[in-house]
């Protein structure tokens, strides 16, 4: 079965930086397209970074020069980089399998995601 384990997250003022990690099991990772995803409450689950099986990236407008999405196939490991935090950004965050259409996947992978919180 696939599991997927998000860590990384915390408290930080904005302007500050963090870096999340996403662990992966279940599934044959370096074939996969990963994602980040983000929501906060009263929100829409929304994508914010995604990465191909070739390493490609995109993101969504606003945290493009911010984020930076990257893995490790060796470790089955996808990671999230945050540079230049708002408190906008605050939300729980997940990874998942990501799709070019930037919608959530409707599978049972989620995992329970890691709370980041931005103060000003």
């Known amino acids: 079965q696939v599991q997927l384990v998000e860590s990384g997250g915390g408290l930080v003022q904005a302007g500050g930086s963090l870096r999340l990690s996403c662990v992966t099991s279940?599934?044959?990772?370096?074939?996969?397209?990963m994602g980040w995803y983000r929501q906060a409450p009263g929100k829409e689950r929304e994508l914010v970074a995604g990465?191909?099986?070739?390493?490609?990236?995109n993101y969504v407008d606003s945290v493009k020069g911010r984020f930076t999405i990257s893995r490790d196939n060796a470790k089955n490991t996808v990671y999230l980089q945050m540079n230049s935090l708002k408190p906008e950004d605050t939300a729980v965050y997940y990874c998942?399998?990501?799709?070019?259409?930037?919608?959530?996947?409707?599978?049972?992978?989620w995992g329970q995601g890691t709370q980041v919180t931005v103060s000003s």
């Open positions: 998942n399998l990501a799709s070019i259409t930037g919608r959530a996947p409707r599978n049972n992978y």
């Open positions: 279940g599934m044959i990772f370096s074939l996969n397209d």
């Open positions: 990465i191909t099986s070739r390493s490609n990236t």
